[in-house]
């Protein structure tokens, strides 16, 4: 059966090819079969046989533990929410439940199935107008875009947004590869500054708080439910500790309201070493960015500590929250891992992916201290270097052409051997 | 016989499709940007130019045998600031709360590039009758744009046209709202209207390919 399909598929291909919907059955055909017909690891000047498809799917493999323990936690807060949180908190028996799953499975698969359906209908009608083979681009951004916003986001405005993220943030430069932004980051910018009430706040992160307010205020009789973020949390002004709400293993893991994908920072890191061992991502921006977030985070730690910012000031509870622990809470891990190693939208050049890393890392928790309207700055952070990342490089290879041709006047050129020096080498040897 | 001669017809029409100000010329990108959250500051705008442009450029058309060259941009500059402030205080006068909207932008048609432009670029040389043409015909070309932008920009960003709600009321929950719809925060800000007019331009040169520039 399954091999009918594929010759079906093949003899409808065979039949289209040079019409004009002829990318279309392409993309279906590659989409589900391995291509017949590939670059081979032949040639002196092919470094990996590994195609667009391969590394995409690469990025997904990691990117389905995040999935996974989104849709646990998307059950786990709703009723920790409802019936209060577990007092001797057992991972298997309050978190890995078959009710937590299929509580997140059914909220979490409509956002995953509207991001790949529009996308993709967007990604072929675009091929087929414009005459070019479908990328598989969209198959890691159609994955990211349900794990970075909220559970809650409703499903028209993810619609909305995807197609405004296709268009404007990829197809309008040319489509996969040509793109200055990245196209998940676009449709969550777009959701942000679109449906900031949608996207913010205690009500949107725990499945269900926002439907019960509304019952609330329609005069049902049911309990208000919510749950901040961390980094909500304390922009909100909250000084005392933030230990009182979640431990420090509790953000570790990821057992924290957040966007569906983000929480979990272990396995953020699984999924980056993950990415780092088969190459497909950039140790440099990873590490940089991380360094970033830490210097910018001991900087506004000393402040604190130096006594430069009062007690009362609206920065302090975000200022003295440590600077690693930034690292745990909101979505930076996430980004650094699977956003900012983005190899079309950063930075090219060795040098270039330190200053770019760099300069996220540092970004995204100055915009997260500094702007109590952004709790979470990352997103902006990525984008803005995006911008950038062209800039970075420009100067990078300036630099490196300047440090050659400076070499190569310096360069003494060795005089010609005589007969007389010749002979003195021989002696001394 | 025809009211205008088919070349003077082009002088108003060019500017309305091919020779778009906005879309073609990428002149006056500021002020679309700034005021086309409402429909009725646009229109209100592109009345305001419309009349700067079209008495300017006769204005200057008429000067444009006694202008010495070397100071010309001034002399251009005291026409368009003097029209200005006559459209400014008829605004303060009659429409309070729109001159208060509109703001700075209002001063800021001094600048328009597309007024110095067409100045620079024809009433100095041509006649009063062709001069007033070109005037009304990238004013237009102009407030078309203008007036589009500001229509996509109100009515998904506040649900409202003129101010009139036409998509119900998101308070009470009628209309669209009822079936949960929002209205569209990002099309408030300025960034929007850099897309909308961004969109307009690539529809438009998608229809005509001649208007593709060479990269």
């Known amino acids: 059966m399954a091999l009918q399909l594929k010759r079906r ?61 989104g849709m646990f936690n998307t059950g786990y807060q709703h009723y920790s929410a409802i019936n209060g949180f577990p007092e001797n908190f057992s991972v298997f028996e309050h978190f890995l439940t078959w009710d937590n799953f299929w509580l997140g499975a059914v909220t979490v698969l409509p956002l995953v199935i509207i991001s790949y359906g529009v996308g993709l209908a967007i990604e072929f009608l675009f091929a087929v107008i414009k005459g070019h083979e479908v990328e598989e681009g969209y198959l890691v951004t159609g994955m990211l875009v349900p794990l970075i916003i909220p559970v809650d986001t409703p499903l028209w405005m993810l619609v909305i947004a995807v197609a405004f993220g296709v268009v404007i943030g990829k197809e309008v430069f040319g489509g996969t590869g040509m793109n200055i932004l990245n196209p998940a980051l676009t449709i969550r910018a777009f959701l942000f500054f679109a449906y900031p009430t949608w996207m913010s706040g205690d009500k949107v992160w725990v499945h269900g708080a926002v439907e019960r307010s509304n019952e609330i205020a329609a005069g049902a009789n049911v309990d208000a439910i919510s749950g901040e973020t961390v980094l909500g949390y304390l922009a909100a002004g909250n000084t005392e500790g933030i230990a009182a709400k979640y431990d420090l293993a509790d953000m570790f893991f990821g057992f924290i309201p957040g966007s569906i994908g983000e929480t979990s920072t272990f396995l953020i890191l699984l999924g980056g070493l993950f990415l780092i061992f088969t190459k497909i991502a950039s140790w440099r921006i990873m590490v940089s960015a991380v360094i970033g977030s830490l210097v910018m985070g001991l900087i506004f730690n000393g402040a604190v500590a130096w006594e430069w910012i009062p007690e009362y000031s609206k920065f302090y509870g975000l200022m003295s929250f440590e600077f690693w622990q930034h690292l745990l809470v909101g979505g930076l891990a996430f980004g650094i891992v699977y956003m900012a190693t983005d190899p079309v939208t950063g930075s090219q050049t060795n040098r270039g992916k330190w200053i770019y890393g760099f300069l996220i890392g540092f970004i995204s928790v100055m915009i997260r201290v500094f702007n109590p309207g952004y709790p979470e700055g990352v997103f902006l952070a990525i984008l803005l270097m995006n911008v950038f990342a062209p800039t970075i490089d420009h100067y990078v290879v300036r630099g490196n052409v300047r440090r050659r041709m400076k070499r190569a006047q310096n360069a003494t050129i060795h005089p010609k051997l005589t007969e007389e020096s010749e002979a003195l080498k021989v002696e001394t040897v | 016989m025809a009211l205008l001669s088919k070349k003077d017809a082009n002088l108003i029409l060019d500017p309305l499709a091919d020779n778009n100000p906005i879309t073609i010329q990428v002149l006056g990108i500021c002020s679309a940007l700034a005021i086309t959250a409402e429909l009725k500051a646009s229109v209100v705008m592109a009345i305001s130019v419309l009349f700067v442009m079209g008495v300017g450029n006769v204005v200057i058309s008429l000067m444009r045998n006694v202008i010495p060259s070397k100071i010309r941009i001034i002399v251009q500059l005291i026409v368009v600031a003097t029209l200005v402030i006559v459209v400014d205080q008829v605004l303060k006068a009659f429409a309070y709360e729109l001159s208060k909207t509109l703001s700075v932008f209002v001063g800021l048609i001094i600048t328009n590039c597309i007024i110095m432009g067409r100045f620079e670029a024809f009433a100095l040389g041509n006649g009063i009758w062709r001069s007033f043409l070109d005037g009304i015909g990238n004013a237009l070309g102009y407030g078309v744009i203008l007036i589009i932008v500001g229509f996509f920009r109100e009515l998904l960003g506040s649900g409202t046209l003129f101010g009139i709600p036409v998509l119900g009321d998101p308070i009470t929950k009628t209309g669209l709202y009822s079936i949960g719809y929002e209205n569209n925060g990002f099309m408030i800000i300025p960034p929007a209207a850099l897309i909308v007019v961004g969109i307009i331009i690539w529809v438009q040169r998608s229809r005509n390919r001649a208007l593709i520039e060479e990269a």
Do not use: Q, S, W
Request: include cysteine; proline fraction near 5%.
């Open chain 1, 9 to 69: 598929l093949h003899i409808l291909r065979e039949k289209y090819r040079g019409k004009k919907m002829a990318p279309a059955f392409n993309a279906l055909h590659t989409f589900l079969y391995t291509p017949n017909d590939t670059t081979h690891g032949r040639g002196t000047h092919v470094k990996a046989v590994d195609d667009l498809k391969r590394t995409m799917n690469t990025v997904i493999m990691a990117l389905v533990p995040c999935l996974l323990f």
